[in-house]
């Protein structure tokens, strides 16, 4: 069975980096993509991107273009969400999700990870 | 972009049926997907492709695609269906969209 599973909660100051992950499993890691979904406080839910880890091949929402920074390490089936210099706007939970090919849809989604940005 | 329009919320009493809709441009010509979202659980996938339902989620739960509208109707409702509900498109630029979401109060 296809498992996600997200790094723990995080609280940073505004300025600091940060880098988030998720472990995939059960499925071939390379052969899948993986996307991102924000979900501020008492927001919605938005698409930042996603990667293939085969190639990592990136597709970054226009709205997170230059915001952050996906990537995947191949080798221990974990993708990334990083961020260079956090806002205190960056605060929300974020999602993986897993999405297979030929799919327009999320059947498999990580248990979240929250970010707090906060002096 | 494409712009999807949720009701922010649907009250139902217990055993009534809910309908909660996602409004788009033509919608009908495409395939439409259903996340319930439970507090403090990630989002669940509950329709796919407009009709679909995944391993696991009751035939209570239906979705259906036209024109405009897409519903994701939701029968003989119980305390636990209490989520926000959103529906989702991939858009022509392979970007996907998610509604505003509505959350559904039992």
């Known amino acids: 069975e296809v498992q996600l599973v997200q790094s723990g909660a995080e609280v940073k100051k505004p300025g600091e980096s940060l880098k988030i992950s998720c472990q995939g499993s059960?499925?071939?890691?390379?052969?899948?993509?993986i996307g991102w979904v924000r979900q501020m406080p008492g927001k919605g839910l938005e698409w930042m991107g996603m990667?293939?880890?085969?190639?990592?091949?990136?597709r970054y929402s226009p709205s997170f273009q230059g915001q952050v920074t996906m990537s995947a390490d191949k080798s221990i089936s974990t993708a990334y969400l990083q961020w260079t210099s956090l806002r205190a706007s960056d605060s929300a939970m974020y999602y993986c999700?897993?999405?297979?090919?030929?799919?327009?849809?999320?059947?498999?989604w990580g248990q979240g990870t929250l970010v707090t940005v906060s002096s | 972009s494409y712009v999807l329009t949720q009701p922010p919320s649907v009250s139902v009493a217990p055993g009534q049926t809910a309908r909660i809709t996602c409004g788009g441009n033509?919608?009908?010509?495409?395939?439409v997907h259903w996340y319930q979202h439970k507090a403090g659980q990630a989002p669940v996938l509950v329709v796919h492709?407009?009709?679909a339902r995944p391993s696991g989620i009751p035939e209570r739960l239906s979705g259906s695609n036209s024109g405009n509208t897409a519903t994701l109707t939701i029968s003989r409702v119980e305390a636990g269906d209490e989520a926000d509900y959103y529906c989702?498109?991939?858009?022509?630029?392979?970007?996907?969209?998610f509604g505003g979401g509505t959350k559904l109060t039992v």
């Open positions: 999700v897993f999405r297979a090919s030929g799919r327009y849809f999320f059947d498999y």
């Open positions: 059960g499925y071939t890691f390379t052969s899948y993509w």
């Open positions: 990667i293939y880890p085969g190639d990592s091949d990136i």
């Open positions: 033509n919608i009908g010509s495409r395939n």
């Open positions: 492709d407009d009709i």
């Open positions: 989702q498109v991939w858009d022509s630029s392979s970007v996907p969209f």
